[in-house]
């Protein structure tokens, strides 16, 4: 019988991080969903700000989990929503990360989606093409 069961819904058992066998040092855990999304979207933000600052000048860029059902133009979910500011109010750009997760096939694909969308985004509300903003180097791989 494994110490690691949980037959009686208490709980796991033993130790949640395996030390090394070299060096008796903890692995960090893997991150979840959620926080992979958030270095995904923050990866993509570094990037932006890298190749094209001023996309992000004025812009707040935030995360849901789901759109309201208000969003969604004949029955399709949306990825994303970009919002113009007026004189109280910064430009948004919110992603909404289950919409974007359902579609990823891979980590990876999830990472190259999150930026594309984003800079999609940023160019619809700022005006400018999505080549200056991405930068094109022909690059779609991100790292997170």
Known sequence: MSSRRDRHG???RGPLVVPREHGGVLRRPAP???EFFAEAVGSALDHVAQTCPAALDGVVVGI???PEKQSFVEDRV???SAQDGDGHRPSRVVLFRRPLELRAATPTGLVILVHRTLVEQLSAL???PVDVIDG???Q????V
């Open 32 to 34: 979840t969903r959620t």
């Open 78 to 80: 949306p990825l994303a």
């Open 64 to 66: 849901e989990e789901v």
């Open 126 to 128: 700022t005006g400018l």
């Open 140 to 143: 779609d791989g991100r790292e």
């Open 136 to 138: 094109s180097d022909g």
């Open 10 to 12: 208490r709980g796991m």
